[in-house]
């Protein structure tokens, strides 16, 4: 394999010891940590992170980096990756046993599909005067939702997002847990959701826009009650809900 970089503010090492770092590595693996990206190459990690709009595609051969390719791979068969990065968006590089200490990894709560994320774990961490829906953005608390994600758990489980989560019940707190694995198992499955620029590493946009219920739907009834969904700003976020359904804050 064979590597380049950009520009150092892309990477946490010099570009030539970026390249040096992973010349002749194998890609033996592939993971996540909420929404960062892990690339095992046995005694190096690259430790991926989008941001905006960052996002790893396929490309038809090697090519220099350069403010959009801002990271090149490429592998034995010809197969080339980059790492485009529009605005913001890095590839790290770390040893193996120390991604944990990323500054960003390091203050990650539980991942929703991990053993530790469970009804009383939330029951726990939503015990506040917060918004349950800030409390659910809070990358410490869960890694990994975003605010499409939180409005269409929240709809599933009625509970408005403006709702202080200490006012939870039990039924609400497991119904959020329930929720925010179905729901993002689904998107998952539909390889994520494209409203501008979003694409995999093939170029395909993801499908689970077409499954969403409220985000993006001010206007429109509600697909459980016929109300109208309306948009207003939670936790500094546009917000969208059902007044009927998910009653007020």
């Known amino acids: 394999m064979r590597a380049g ?10 570009p030539e010891q970026f390249e040096r770092r992973l010349v002749g590595k194998k890609l033996r693996g592939t993971g996540r940590r909420g929404k960062i990206t892990l690339l095992d190459f046995g005694d190096v990690v690259g430790v991926i992170h989008f941001l905006i709009s960052g996002r790893v595609l396929r490309l038809r051969a090697w090519t220099e980096p350069d403010r959009i390719n801002t990271a090149v791979l490429e592998f034995e068969g010809g197969l080339v990756l980059a790492f485009t990065r529009l605005w913001l968006g890095y590839f790290h590089l770390y040893e193996p046993g120390r991604v944990a200490e990323h500054p960003l990894i390091s203050r990650l ?10 009804p009383e774990y939330l029951a726990k961490a939503l015990n506040r005067k917060a918004s349950v829906k800030g409390l659910l953005l809070d990358q410490s608390i869960i890694a990994g939702l975003g605010n499409i ?20 019940s039990p039924g609400e707190i497991e119904a959020i847990h329930a929720a925010t694995r179905d729901i993002l198992g689904r998107a998952i499955e539909l390889r994520g959701t494209t409203f501008d620029s979003y694409h995999d590493a093939f170029g395909e946009t993801g499908k689970f826009q077409h499954q969403l219920k409220v985000f993006t739907r001010a206007g429109e009834p509600c697909p459980r009650c016929g109300a109208e969904i309306v948009k207003s700003r939670v936790a500094g976020r546009g917000t969208y809900t ?8």
């Open 149 to 168: 994600y939180v409005d269409e758990v929240l709809f599933a489980a009625c509970v408005h997002p403006a709702r202080k989560a200490n006012t939870l």
């Open 109 to 118: 709560g539980p991942d929703p599909f991990s053993d530790d994320f469970t």
């Open 242 to 249: 059902c007044p009927a359904c998910q009653g007020a804050g």
């Open 5 to 14: 970089v950009f520009r150092p503010d892309v990477t946490n090492v010099e």
